[in-house]
């Protein structure tokens, strides 16, 4: 399964493969997707240029994430809500205390 990913999908060679460390194959694997999700993006560049040469009205033109969506469009950022007094002061407590630890 690895090997398919790497050397089929990927397009390494197989004693390019053997001979890298594993980052240097994940680095790799993480260019051929960088260049992937761009070709996509061209492609969805150009397939909406072709649509807005036929919108007559400027409300009938449409961004390019609004044609389709593409897997690397939404990002994953993780949200949080803000820390209430209570549980600001408890984390700034421990704060404290462990660097009052670290002098002694």
């Known amino acids: 399964m690895l090997l398919d990913y790497y050397i089929g999908q990927c397009g390494i060679e197989p004693n390019t493969f053997w001979q890298n460390t594993f980052n240097e194959n994940i680095r790799l694997s993480e260019s051929f997707q960088i260049k992937q999700n761009l070709e996509w993006e061209r492609l969805r560049y ?3 240029m072709m649509i807005n040469l036929k919108a007559t009205k400027s409300s009938q033109r449409i ?4 044609l389709f969506k593409l897997p690397h469009d939404t990002k994953n950022i993780p949200t949080s809500k803000p820390l209430s007094k209570k549980d600001l002061d408890k984390l700034l407590d421990k704060w404290n205390n462990i660097k009052n ?4």
């Open 101 to 104: 630890w670290k002098k002694t």
């Open 63 to 66: 961004q390019p994430t609004k």
């Open 46 to 48: 150009l397939a909406t």
